[in-house]
């Protein structure tokens, strides 16, 4: 309760109480669905209701004051403006000041302020709407924060990306919507960003840039004290922008996670001396723990507001800060069932035919369908939430059958776009490199690796990102990072005007080009970094995911070997190993696996000569490894292996990059290990993997230490394999490790990893 003036006079006898809803709500659909159940929600409590809000938006929202008793034209964007017409109007004070809209709450707390209502302190509004002041008082707090600079221009940045190790946020320093919020990793892209910020002459800010997985905090205050009412999932389109294009709640999480999440979120809330109304709080989900996002005094936009009393039966959202406020009893519902939201994503274009909307519009689980584009329309780039064309929320039993229904409810739609993006529109190439510490030393057999270079390429319209390949490098392989960027450079520049996205066979000039560019000696990682992004460019012209494109199976979960490198602990716990051999311990350490129940794969990595492998061979034997890979250095030996191993499958992986190794790896060991990043990308691993499979051949998908989107890349195969090594990104991107995970296998392009919904069927 704040009261900066002696309130006025309340609602006499036979007057029911008011709300006044300042800021009512925007023009969009959201924004106009939640003011008007605000209202509804006031009414059915005999409040009687008021709204303000600016002239033009009140004419353009008819359903919000069609909703009020009463409407007024006042700018909320004049906080102390709006508490002087409060204070001024003649008759009783409200009973509640309350605000739906984000830019809103300033002229909340300060109306509740000045006439004596509940409702948030005004400073503390101010605060946590001024995201760097929030970031400095959540850190002073010691919650963990993302390092940030308020900026005032475009030297203060560049100084920013110079004394810092990226990639870095460049955002508004107040806004919502993700709009002007943009990802650089390196002063190349600075200017792009700087020029889609909404106001560029006002200070913005530099932000570190957090890789974890994000989530959201739904909650009201009753009592004054921040209650949860449940997590939320999120998924995000690729950088550079941040536009959500989806929710799940409640989030898939341990109840020991949860817990934490919740108890992070609720004490940052009092820190900020936050305690009416709602609340809504972004974090991330790291390897080092919680890292707080933004934070607001709303409700959540993408449609929460609906998800939230389906998830909870009987929760009426706003009526519980109104039965708090006016002191009457509060019970908050448990979480029964579970809500999704799914965003419509086409490609950028003029919309020529759209198929299978009426039937999404009838489905019985459709809690809320919108889709504003019909042929004619053009369909903006996603650079914010505001450009997002419709949606889908759906109702379900589980988050996993919540979020898998609306996910094909919304590729069910058929949206054809012409693309701006022709045979004649030839795209720019960017390279970026950035050098990245691994999360802990990986070592093998001959090489213990600490840093890794991180390769990007983009093709561009623009700043608009046509398609975009991503790729580590090693220089223990042999893996030059400043001269791979060169080579793929040059090729990608080369099959730009050669390669168009729209042909009728897309893949099929693609396939040639590489070809030509391995005769020519062009390096495998190049290829494969040029590879990702002409057929991820090739698959977001289609609509398509890139394993439908390619003609795959649909990816299923990816059940994951769990790698142990050299001199780390073996864990016990029944998952499968994959074991690092090939140095001076290998007798104490297989010693130490006999007797554990886990399926083994032993990777030597061509670390044993004849004198080593007579040595070991009992163990080796006594195991029966599932798996036996690269065990020799001579290719000789390989047949007294496998004579001494008949149920176990041998497979070489070191050096098998060309058809021909492959050829051989099947013909003397009996199956083999591809990685995607020595045979030069998807197209000539597809190949060695399908040969494999027609020889009946021990088929194993590996992967170096990779970031996250060159492995889902790869897991796109891993239906064609018997076992899947695909964990390097853990190493690399921070991710927890798990034995498991699925692939965000609908949307357009290349997918992303999706951890929760490894449940489905999967391990995780």
């Not at 998800?307 to 002191?327: F, I, K, R, S």
């Not at 504003?372 to 949606?391: F, Q, W």
């Not at 693309?419 to 970026?432: F, I, K, S």
């Not at 223990?476 to 009728?504: F, N």
Request: a negative charge.
């Amino acid at each position: 309760m704040t009261a900066a003036t002696p309130p006025r006079t309340q609602a006499g006898p036979g007057r029911a109480p008011e709300l006044l809803l300042i800021g009512g709500g925007g023009a969009m659909t959201l924004s106009v669905d939640v003011a008007v159940q605000a209202l509804e929600q006031a009414r059915a409590r005999g409040l009687r209701t008021t709204v303000t809000n600016q002239a033009g938006t009140l004419t353009a929202t008819p359903e919000v004051t069609a909703a009020a008793d009463a409407a007024h034209a006042v700018d909320f964007t004049d906080p102390a403006g709006t508490a002087a017409w409060a204070a001024a109007r003649p008759g009783p004070a409200p009973a509640l000041a309350f605000g739906v809209r984000e830019m809103a709450q300033e002229a909340v707390a300060a109306t509740a302020a000045a006439l004596g209502l509940p409702g948030n302190p005004p400073e503390a509004v101010r605060r946590v709407r001024t995201k760097d002041a929030c970031r400095a008082a959540l850190a002073a707090a010691g919650f963990r924060q993302p390092a940030v600079r308020l900026c005032a221009d475009e030297t203060e940045a560049r100084s920013v990306l110079t004394t810092s190790t990226g990639p870095w946020v460049v955002k508004p320093r107040d806004g919502a919507d993700s709009a002007g919020v943009r990802k650089v990793t390196g002063p190349d892209e600075l200017p792009a960003a700087l020029a889609g910020l909404p106001e560029p002459e006002a200070p913005f800010l530099v932000e570190e840039f957090v890789d974890g997985t994000e989530y959201s905090v739904e909650g009201v205050f009753v009592g004054g004290s921040p209650r949860v009412l449940a997590v939320t999932a999120k998924e995000k389109l690729d950088p550079p922008h941040f536009v959500e294009i989806g929710h799940t709640l409640p989030a898939e999480l341990p109840a020991a996670e949860r817990a934490v999440i919740e108890t992070a979120v609720t004490s940052a809330l009092t820190a900020l001396d936050l305690c009416s109304g709602l609340f809504h709080v972004e974090l991330w989900r790291t390897a080092e723990g919680i890292v707080l996002g933004e934070v607001h005094a709303r409700v959540g936009g993408g449609w929460i507001h609906r998800m939230l009393p389906y998830a909870l039966p009987g929760l009426e959202l706003y009526g519980t800060v109104y039965d708090d406020a006016l002191g009457r009893p509060v019970t908050l519902p448990a979480a029964t069932r579970a809500a999704a939201t799914r965003y419509f994503a086409p490609p950028p274009g003029r919309v020529i035919a759209v198929e299978g909307w009426e039937e999404v519009r009838g489905h019985p689980a459709v809690l809320h369908a919108e889709l504003r584009v019909a042929p004619g329309d053009t369909v903006p780039a996603y650079r914010s939430g505001a450009d997002r064309v419709g949606a889908v929320v759906v109702g379900a039993d589980t988050p996993a059958k919540a979020r898998a229904l609306a996910r094909r409810l919304v590729d069910s739609v058929r949206i054809t776009v012409e693309t701006a993006h022709t045979a004649a529109a030839v795209p720019d190439v960017r390279v970026t490199l950035e050098p990245r510490p691994l999360t802990s030393s990986f070592q093998i057999s001959h090489m213990t690796i600490e840093t890794v270079d991180i390769l990007r390429l983009q093709l561009l319209d623009g700043e608009h990102v046509l398609g975009e390949g991503e790729i580590a490098a090693d220089r223990g392989y042999g893996q030059d990072g400043p001269a791979i960027a060169d080579e793929a450079r040059a090729l990608a520049t080369s099959m730009a005007a050669h390669c168009p996205a729209d042909a009728p066979d897309p893949v099929a000039p693609i396939r040639s080009a590489l070809e030509k560019a391995a005769a020519d000696g062009v390096c495998a990682p190049a290829r494969m970094l040029t590879e990702m992004a002409f057929l991820d460019r090739a698959a977001r012209t289609a609509g398509l995911p890139l394993w439908r494109l390619l003609g795959l199976p649909e990816p299923g979960p990816v059940r994951l070997l769990h790698t142990v490198p050299i001199g780390e602990d073996i864990p016990l716990d029944g998952r499968p190993l994959k074991i690092k051999l090939g140095g001076p311990d290998d007798e104490r350490v297989l010693r130490g696996l006999l007797g554990v129940d886990a399926p083994l794969i032993l990777d030597a990595n061509r670390g044993w000569d004849a004198a080593d492998w007579e040595r070991l061979r009992p163990l080796v034997v006594a195991l029966a490894p599932t798996v036996l890979e690269d065990p020799v250095r001579d290719p000789a030996l390989l047949p007294a292996v496998r004579a001494a191993l008949p149920r176990t499958s041998v497979l070489l992986d070191e050096g098998v990059a060309t058809p021909a190794d492959a050829e051989f790896a099947v013909r003397t060991a009996g199956g083999l290990n591809v990685k995607l990043m020595r045979f030069g990308g998807i197209l000539p691993a597809l190949s060695a993997l399908t040969s494999a499979t027609e020889r009946g051949a021990g088929r194993m998908l590996g992967c170096f230490l990779e970031p996250p989107r060159a492995i889902a890349y790869a897991a796109q195969l891993a239906g064609l394999a018997d076992w899947s090594d695909l964990d390097g990104h853990f190493w690399v991107s921070g991710d927890p490790a798990v034995p498991g995970y699925t692939l965000d296998s609908g949307e357009p392009g290349i997918p992303h990893i999706r951890y929760a919904a490894a449940n489905d069927g999967g391990p995780a």
